[in-house]
């Protein structure tokens, strides 16, 4: 863990259910001025799940299109020169910036992250950039966040989980809490990419704190 807040962010998404989830992950990265950069990647798999959940519609403008859905009116910050801090890159382009360890990344999140995607990053199998950036943050030893979504779980799944942990990711699944009674989903899926912020050393002010 960096000893200053995560400036430098991977974002991926994967094939499994839960794009609310990632929706309010980048909005909050996009709103957080600690957050300087944020390479976000999709796989052709996320994309096809982000149609179903989100109605969005091809890869033109994803970030844009994810940020400002039709369901969430709000506004998006941008850099002088209007340019979102989110930059996507390529799922196929193994050389893109992420995939060296050289590479000044803070910190990976995937979310949601499919049982496949799991597998590939738990067994090394570093074929696609998502799973090389993963790779390279366990090598180097950043903090890399799997929101595995999938339900039930096999055995393979749970020793993936396991294998992944065992090599220094966290495991954070996209379960949700409910006793801070979420007024609507998107409310819960705000909460629950707070606590994955938090998990990183980004504590949202707005965030539910428990209190005794
Ligand atoms: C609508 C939809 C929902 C899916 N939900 C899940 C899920 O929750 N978890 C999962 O592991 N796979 C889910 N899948 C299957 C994955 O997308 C599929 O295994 C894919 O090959 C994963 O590829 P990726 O890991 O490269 O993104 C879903 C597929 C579709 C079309």
Redesign the pocket.
Known sequence: MPNHPPQNLTIAT?????SIFLRQLLLAVENDARVQTVNFIA????L??LA??LGIKGRANLVRQILVGERTKTSVRTTPNNRSKIQEQSNADIGANVASGSYPADAMIVI?C????LA?IANGIAS?L?ERAADVSLKEKRPLVLCV??TPFNKIHIRNMYRAADAGATVFPLIPAFYYRPASLDDMAREFAYRVLAHLGLPQPNSFRWKD
């Not at 994967?14 to 839960?18: F, K, Q």
């Open positions: 994967t094939g499994a259910s839960g796989s052709d798999s996320g096809r799940v179903e959940e949601p499919s049982v496949g995607t590939r696609h998502i979504r999938e």
